[in-house]
């Protein structure tokens, strides 16, 4: 077992990406016999070591497995530094399938692969990860969070998650329709995984018109049929008669094929990377005069969960409140970028970057 730089047949064009989104580290994880292989990328650490969830994905290759990575733990950096959280920027990905490959022995392999960081990247869970296999995890590593209540950890953290997506959408409906209140509103949510489902079932509580569709036809019938929620094909979710859109699965859903589509008024979900081009695709929507929610404040609800648990002391009820000031800090975002004539996106990036550089400024390190 060894942990290694990233190799790539494109070596140059890979540095060059790295270099562009200004990642302190990336590593390559391989174990033969256990069919392991994973990449940890390391953004930022000014603030505190690098937070951020494994996923697990049979991405098409390599290359996209980077790309996947790299945007990830970029967002994370962003995430903790506008909630917040002392914390810095990291993510990691395993590459394979979820159904036949996790086991002990390969989930364990990665802990070591952790460990051997001594603390720079503290992991947790993320899509087709769940808090058993962080169990599992946490044999080889203390730096590990999203562990079951039973093991003193915050449990599952897709309901945080989901009540500040939910607190987002509030504070852009707030600002676009000149109220909070989503009673009669027209919602499309586009994935109904874990953060998805808990986010349908807070908009039906509030009398919301929700739609969904997901990848999986029985999983979407399923929550259709438990909340009482409309359907629509995965494509025509962006062909729908709706006042907010919440893209709550994988990202990149907004895109020169699907922006020009959108009949609606706000883009606020939970899925990350929703811009697949920051600059580019957040003009698009800004020139369309649909107001987006950027992704990295309201979804971070589940970094401030495990956040706390990682710091120890672990409160419910507190990661909330925290949570709760989701809604605050969007409307400050949406006002600034009102404000200056940029881009959510952007007005969002610029509140983080510079609460980076005042509070790296003043800590001490480690």
């Not at 002990?104 to 058993?132: P, W």
């Not at 359907?231 to 699965?249: F, G, H, N, R, S």
């Not at 699907?258 to 020139?287: F, Y």
């Given at each position: ?162 009540y500040g997506v939910y607190m987002g959408i509030k504070a852009t409906a707030k600002k676009v329709f000149g109220s909070d209140d989503l009673g009669g509103k027209k919602i499309g949510v586009q ?176």
């Amino acid at each position: 077992m060894e942990i290694k730089e990233v190799q790539s047949v494109q070596s140059e064009g890979l540095f060059a990406k790295v270099a562009e989104l200004g990642h302190e580290q990336v590593v390559h994880c391989y174990d033969e016999a256990t069919g392991l292989k994973a990449l940890i990328a390391i953004h930022n650490t000014a603030l505190g070591p690098a937070l951020g969830g494994t996923r697990m994905w049979n991405y098409a290759s390599e290359q996209e497995a980077l790309t996947d990575v790299l945007r990830l733990s970029r967002g994370m950096t962003f995430k903790a530094a506008i909630s917040g959280l002392n914390l810095g920027g990291g993510k990691a990905v395993l590459i394979g399938d979820a159904k036949t490959m996790k086991t002990e022995a390969y989930l364990r392999r990665f802990g070591k692969f952790i460990q051997s960081l001594s603390g720079k990247y503290i992991t947790a869970e993320d899509v087709n990860m769940n808090t058993s296999d962080m169990e599992y995890i946490s044999m080889e590593t203390k730096y590990v969070t999203g562990l079951p209540e039973s093991m003193g950890g915050g449990g599952d953290p897709s309901p945080v998650t989901a009540y500040g997506v939910y607190m987002g959408i509030k504070a852009t409906a707030k600002k676009v329709f000149g109220s909070d209140d989503l009673g009669g509103k027209k919602i499309g949510v586009q994935g109904v995984g874990q953060v998805g489902t808990y986010l349908v079932e807070l908009l039906v509580k509030e009398n919301a018109k929700v739609t969904i569709t997901d990848i999986s036809e029985e999983k979407m019938k399923d929550i259709a049929k438990r909340f009482g929620v409309d359907t629509v094909e995965q494509d025509k979710i962006y062909d729908l008669d709706m006042d907010i859109y919440a893209p709550c699965a994988l990202g990149a859903s907004l895109n020169d094929e699907t922006i020009p589509r959108l009949k609606c008024a706000v883009v606020a979900g939970g899925a990350n990377n929703q811009l697949k081009d920051e600059l580019k695709h957040g003009n698009m929507l800004l020139d369309r005069g649909i107001v987006y929610a950027p992704d990295f404040l309201i979804n971070a609800g589940g970094v401030i969960n495990v956040g706390n648990e990682f710091y120890g002391n672990y409160n419910r009820d507190r990661v909330y409140r925290h949570t709760e000031k989701i809604y605050d800090t969007c409307l400050n975002i949406l006002n600034l970028a009102e404000k200056e004539k940029i881009t959510s996106q952007e007005a969002a990036i610029k509140m983080a970057e510079k609460r980076i550089a005042e509070v790296g400024r003043v800590r001490i390190p480690r």
